[in-house]
Nanobody
Framework: VQLVESGGGLVQAGGSLRLSCVASGVTFSSRTMAWFRQAPGKEREFVAASAWSDGSTLYADSVKDRFAISRDDAHNTVYLQMNMLKPEETAVYYC????????????????WGQGTQVTVSS
């Protein structure tokens, strides 16, 4: 299983970025896909998830109404649209996958990408 993220970069506060994660070696359509982030010196934090079974989504309270997760099962890709970014959201953003329904805990996900850096300047 390989997950490859892209789309990170430097953006000013209030700006937007869209992250992408392409999966290979896995039946993408039967996997819950999620995004996490980790800032230096902090624990990995749940951001959003998309369940394969019913298309439902789950968000961390801190990003609700600003971020949107979506998936294209035909292209084995999951996206994270991030709007109104804040400096405190500077982190490495990771894509993760698991069988079964979504969970907020990072240790529930066995498959991870290498991460993509998002830096939000003030």
């Amino acid at each position: 299983v390989q997950l490859v993220e892209s789309g990170g970069g430097l953006v000013q506060a209030g700006g937007s970025l869209r992250l992408s994660c392409v999966a290979s070696g896995v039946t993408f359509s039967s996997r819950t896909m999620a995004w996490f982030r980790q800032a230096p010196g902090k624990e990995r934090e749940f951001v959003a998830a998309s369940a394969w079974s019913d298309g439902s989504t789950l968000y961390a309270d801190s990003v609700k109404d600003r971020f949107a997760i979506s998936r294209d099962d035909a292209h084995n890709t999951v996206y994270l649209q991030m709007n109104m970014l804040k400096p405190e959201e500077t982190a490495v953003y990771y894509c993760a996958a698991k069988v079964g329904y979504y969970m907020r805990s990072w240790y529930s996900y066995p498959y991870w990408g290498q991460g993509t850096q998002v830096t939000v300047s003030s």
